[in-house]
Structure formats: C-alpha cells, structure tokens
T-cell receptor
Framework: AQKITQTQPGMFVQEKEAVTLDCTYDTSDPSYGLFWYKQPSSGEMIFLIYQGSYDQQNATEGRYSLNFQKARKSANLVISASQLGDSAMYFCAMSDFNNDMRFGAGTRLTVKP | NAGVTQTPKFQVLKTGQSMTLQCAQDMNHNSMYWYRQDPGMGLRLIYYSASEGTTDKGEVPNGYNVSRLNKREFSLRLESAAPSQTSVYFC???????????????FGQGTRLTVV
C-alpha cells in the first residue's frame, strides 16, 4: 500500500524567506502523481502543485516549486518569498495505479512578520 | 461554475441514527472520493470511485457505504452513526488518463458532522 510521510508537524519561517516542507512517499508502482495542497484556517483545500513520476523537470507554479528526488522518493515543497497569507496546513498526497489519492499527516506552517 | 457541491454543510446526529452525505460535481470527472479529516490531522480516504460503476475501499471504510449514482454523483452513507465518526467529510473529484491522476482533485467545502 502506498504511504506518504510528512515528518514536520510544524514549521516557522520569517516573512520573505524561503521554506522547504518535507514529504517522502513509498509505492511499488513506477507510474504515480504527487500533489501538494494548502488548507488555510477556513478549511478549504487549495491545490498548489503537481509532479508526475515521469516528469523530467521539477514542477513550478509561481512561488511554489517541487523538489522531486525520485531515487530518494522525496517530493519536498519549496515556498519562496514567504507571505503572511502562506500560514496554513500543507498536505502532500500521492496517487498511483489504484487511482486513489492518499494524504500525509500535514505540516502547519506559520509565517512570522 | 459550481465545481464540487456537498450537502449538508453541517449535521448533528444521535448515536445510531443514519444519514447520507451527498456530493455532486459538474466537471465531467471520472473519479470521485470521500475523505474524513479529524481535528489536527490529515485527510484519510474512506471510499473512492475510479469511474462510473466502480467503487473501492480506502484506508478507513468501516461503518460507511457509498453509491456512485451516476457520473456526477457520489454519496456516502452512515448506517448507524457512532461518536467516532465525528469529523469533517470532504468529497473530491478528478480527471485521469488511464488509471493515473494527472491533474489535481477538486474538493467540496466539507461537511462538519457531529455524532452525540
């Protein structure tokens, strides 16, 4: 069964600095997709970025980039130039051959002014 | 431009009561999902439907049943509610190529369920 691990329950970052949120995964399937979602205190799930297992380049979306290291089975989210509005829960997720999507436990990011 | 619509948004049940959570999407997606999120925790997959006519168990299916009524609708039923099922329930939908999701899942706003 697939497994997603986020080892940082909470992270702090100074406004305007970059921060890396860790995610490791485990699957036996060579074809899979990796996702990051943001959940602010209001509760909605906001999609941030996607990386396919066969993608040659790391995904980027504005201030978000995904540091994909396939051999190490890691898919870390990098947020550049942090803003106060980035304070939220961040979830890593994966979908593999079953076409389901499972989530890690999440990291609570707090941006300090 | 509704996306994924869940009803109801809030519900209080007594132990042993039954109820059905409704979910509908208007994006013509093949796959639909039900998750629960307990306070301070991540989302755990209850059931999913990779395509119309199919349903599969996720991580925490006990105490729940689902129905993929058609391509648009995917309902979650609690036959005999228990306090342990107090949670926020999210429905989601996604498109896929073959058996792999290659785009994001779109989420409903959630249903906050309390079982007393």
């Amino acid at each position: 069964a697939q497994k997603i691990t986020q080892t940082q329950p909470g992270m702090f970052v100074q406004e305007k600095e970059a921060v890396t949120l860790d995610c490791t995964y485990d699957t036996s399937d060579p074809s899979y997709g990796l996702f990051w979602y943001k959940q602010p205190s209001s509760g909605e799930m906001i999609f941030l970025i996607y990386q396919g297992s066969y993608d040659q380049q790391n995904a980027t979306e504005g201030r978000y980039s995904l540091n994909f290291q396939k051999a190490r089975k890691s898919a870390n989210l990098v947020i550049s130039a942090s803003q106060l509005g980035d304070s939220a829960m961040y979830f890593c997720a994966m979908s593999d051959f079953n076409n389901d999507m499972r989530f890690g436990a999440g990291t609570r990011l707090t941006v300090k002014p | 431009n509704a996306g994924v619509t869940q009803t109801p948004k809030f519900q209080v049940l007594k132990t042993g009561q039954s109820m059905t959570l409704q979910c509908a999407q208007d994006m013509n997606h093949n796959s639909m999902y039900w998750y629960r999120q307990d306070p301070g925790m991540g989302l755990r997959l209850i059931y999913y439907s990779a395509s119309e006519g199919t349903t599969d168990k996720g991580e925490v299916p006990n105490g729940y049943n689902v129905s993929r009524l058609n391509k648009r609708e995917f309902s979650l039923r609690l036959e005999s509610a228990a306090p342990s099922q107090t949670s926020v329930y999210f429905c989601a939908s996604s498109e896929s190529v073959g058996y792999i999701m290659n785009t994001e899942a779109f989420f409903g706003q959630g249903t906050r369920l309390t079982v007393v």
